[in-house]
């Protein structure tokens, strides 16, 4: 089956060391999202990619990177994580019906949960 | 700025009976979509239902419809035949005008279903 696959499920890190989480996609679609859920909060978009044009959210703090080498892959590169970024990280894919129409389906793969120590 | 209020923060019904969760939104867009998507616990995201903005008809998937009222900006999700693998946290979304498929989450209400 088609489906947005991310790697690890659980991801430990200590305070500052540099973490990567990874996000896959058999479904072919240009855009790939990443999305910041703290516990018992709404999903917060961090930034997408369509195609390779990369759109970082206006309150995403630096400390946040991504990369698409290609279609089917996407990271999240935390630089040096604090206590406040443990949450839930999901990635999510969609495809435009045509460029400039208002968003399509979002389709999730099943998170990323980070704990900070 | 848009944004999506979901004001029930939790909900409860009974086993085969029915429920309906509220969400409104604030958009200037005249052509959208929106969204109720359900997260169970320690599970992903799932798209529950969708609505275009421009369709008359009220979406209809199963179990599951809205009610779309697009003048007054609200969009409630229900759910009939309540079962209890519906227990879960349901999102409403609607995704922002100005960035391409950018969904702006509702704060959630999480439903509980008794047997």
């Known amino acids: 089956d088609a489906m947005v696959i991310q790697n690890p499920r659980y991801q430990v890190t200590q305070f500052g060391k540099p973490v990567t989480l990874s996000c896959s996609q058999t479904?072919?679609?240009?855009?790939m999202y990443w999305y910041q859920q703290k516990s018992s909060q709404a999903p917060k978009l961090l930034f997408h990619?369509?195609?390779?044009?990369?759109?970082n959210e206006a309150d995403t703090p630096d400390n946040f990177q991504s990369r698409r080498p290609n279609t089917s892959f996407c990271f999240l590169d935390i630089r040096s994580p604090g206590l406040g970024d443990a949450a839930m990280y999901l990635c999510?894919?969609?495809?435009?019906?045509?460029?400039?129409?208002?968003?399509?389906?979002?389709?999730f793969g099943p998170g990323t949960r980070l704990l900070v120590l | 700025a848009q944004t999506v209020t979901q004001s029930q923060p939790e909900m409860s019904v009974q086993e085969a009976e029915t429920v309906t969760l509220s969400c409104t939104y604030d958009?200037?867009?005249?052509?959208?979509?929106l969204f109720w998507y359900k997260q169970p616990p320690s599970r992903q995201m799932i798209l529950v239902i969708r609505?275009?903005?421009?369709?008359?008809q009220n979406a209809t998937e199963n179990r599951f419809s809205v009610n779309f009222q697009k003048a007054a900006k609200s969009f409630s999700l229900k759910i009939s035949d309540s079962q209890l693998g519906d227990a879960a946290m349901y999102f409403c979304?609607?995704?922002?005008?100005?960035?391409?498929?950018?969904?702006?989450f509702g704060k959630g209400t999480k439903l509980s279903v008794k047997p």
């Open positions: 999510a894919t969609s495809t435009p019906l045509e460029e400039g129409a208002p968003g399509e389906t979002q389709y």
């Open positions: 479904l072919n679609h240009n855009v």
């Open positions: 990619y369509y195609d390779k044009d990369f759109n």
């Open positions: 958009t200037s867009e005249s052509d959208y979509y």
């Open positions: 609505q275009e903005a421009y369709k008359q």
């Open positions: 979304a609607y995704p922002n005008g100005g960035s391409q498929g950018n969904l702006i």
